[in-house]
C-alpha cells in the first residue's frame, strides 16, 4: 500500500467522525442546495487544516459535490441556490457561497447577489485564500 493512500484513507476516516455532527449541523440537508434526502458527503474548504475540523467541513449533495471539485463542469442554474447559502451562518458555507458566486459573476444574478453580500472580515478573508 503507498503512503499516499494509507494518509488519504486516514484523512478520511478522521473526517467521518465528524459525520454525526454534520448531520446534526446540516439537518441532513445539502448545506448549499438544501437537497433533502440526498446522498451526502464531506467537502473540505480550502485551505485545509492539518487536522479535520468541523468549521472546514460541509455536508453536500453529489451534484454540488461533483461541481466543486470539477468546476468545468458548473452549472450555473443549479446554483440561484446561493441566494439562501450567502446567508447561512456557517462560515464556510459562506466563503463556498462567496468562491461561486466569484466563477459565476459573468451571470447577472450572481454578480448582484455578490454585491449585496456583506460577510464579516474574518469570512471574507477565508474566502480569498487558496
Known amino acids: ?5 494509507q494518509k488519504h484513507q486516514e484523512r478520511q476516516q478522521a473526517l467521518s467522525l465528524l459525520g454525526k455532527d454534520l448531520t446534526r449541523r446540516s439537518r441532513s440537508q445539502c ?6 434526502g ?3 458527503s464531506i467537502y473540505e474548504v480550502a ?12 455536508f453536500v449533495c453529489e451534484p454540488c459535490s461533483d461541481q ?4 468545468r463542469r458548473i452549472q450555473p442554474a443549479h446554483w440561484h441556490c446561493l441566494s439562501t447559502a450567502i446567508w447561512s451562518p ?3 458555507v459562506q466563503v ?8 459565476l459573476s459573468d ?7 455578490l454585491e449585496q453580500a456583506y460577510l464579516p472580515p474574518e469570512v471574507q478573508e477565508w474566502a480569498v485564500q487558496a
Not at 500500500?1 to 493512500?5: E, N, R
Not at 466543486?68 to 468546476?71: A, F, I
Not at 451571470?107 to 447577489?113: I, S, V
Open 1 to 5: 500500500m503507498s503512503k499516499g493512500y
Open 31 to 36: 448545506e448549499l442546495c438544501q437537497a433533502n
Open 38 to 40: 440526498a446522498r451526502l
Open 47 to 58: 485551505p485545509v487544516p492539518s487536522e479535520p475540523q468541523l468549521e472546514h467541513c460541509l
Open 68 to 71: 466543486l471539485r470539477h468546476p
Open 90 to 92: 456557517v462560515p464556510a
Open 96 to 103: 463556498v457561497a462567496v468562491r461561486l458566486l466569484k466563477r
Open 107 to 113: 451571470q447577472p444574478w450572481a454578480a448582484e447577489l
